[in-house]
């Protein structure tokens, strides 16, 4: 294989036999189950990189359900979002990820830098409750119910949320350990068909874990509830800040 060939074929690894195809990414009837809950205000502000600054002492945990899309096929993630202000900007910043699908940790790490680690998300309805969870090997880290469709939610609410922009911290390492890429990543869901949005009773526990540490930010009070599915694709990026720019 020649330099040029290399050049012209690169944009994932395994050279030769990527572990995602290239996009965009579309995702069908994804569906989402987010609890929002106060927090710690210090342990807030110790996980939130400048120039990003807290919005408020809360945090959105996130169970995603993706049945259906391009590329990355189906598989479930979850994890913690963080709202947070950027140049006087109201957007979210994704603190923590666990899925269960090589593909899309892999697609989500080296495109965006999304914080993706493996583990075992589940969302399932149990009777009148949408349940979900999360199992690090065998052991459960997050609990999460809610009442299942008690309440309509308004669609212009939810479009809103999901039209802010979000930030990632990608962190790419050189041969002998620095880093070589550490930047602030900017994107947004884009080509958003929203079907339905729902809210009730909920209740969420967080479990301490040595290497998934969602209790890190530990749950004060529920604030709400959401439940929702929506068509969508997964926009690329942008650099919002370059950390090793001097």
């Known amino acids: 294989m020649k330099i040029e060939d290399v050049r012209r074929t690169a944009y994932s690894m395994p050279l030769t036999n990527p572990s995602f195809p290239p996009g965009p990414y579309r995702f069908f009837d994804r569906e989402y189950f987010i609890i929002t809950y106060k927090t710690d205000p210090e342990a807030l502000a110790a996980v939130v990189p ?119 911290l990608k962190i790419i390492p050189h041969v002998d350990g620095s880093p070589r890429i550490c930047e602030l990543v900017r994107f947004h869901l884009e080509d958003i068909t929203l079907k339905e949005a729902w809210t009730g009773p909920a209740a969420l526990g967080l479990f301490p874990h040595a290497l998934c540490d969602v209790a890190r930010l530990p749950v004060r009070e529920v604030v709400s509830a959401l439940h929702y599915k929506a068509d969508l694709t997964l926009g690329l990026g942008s650099v919002a800040f370059d950390y090793m720019a001097r």
């Open 50 to 168: 400048e120039p990003l600054e807290v919005a408020e002492p809360v945090v959105k945990y996130e169970f995603i359900r993706m049945p259906d899309s391009t590329g990355f096929g189906d598989y479930t993630e979850t994890g913690q979002v963080i709202p947070v202000r950027c140049k006087g900007e109201l957007g979210a910043y994704t603190h923590a990820m666990y899925l269960d699908d090589e593909g899309p940790i892999a697609g989500g790490r080296e495109l965006w830098g999304f914080p993706k680690k493996l583990a075992k998300p589940k969302i399932e309805v149990e009777s009148d409750v949408l349940v979900g969870s999360l199992h690090y090997g065998s052991v459960l880290c997050a609990s999460a119910t809610m009442g299942y469709k008690h309440r309509k939610v308004d669609h212009d609410t939810v479009l809103k949320s999901m039209t802010a922009p979000n930030f990632i």
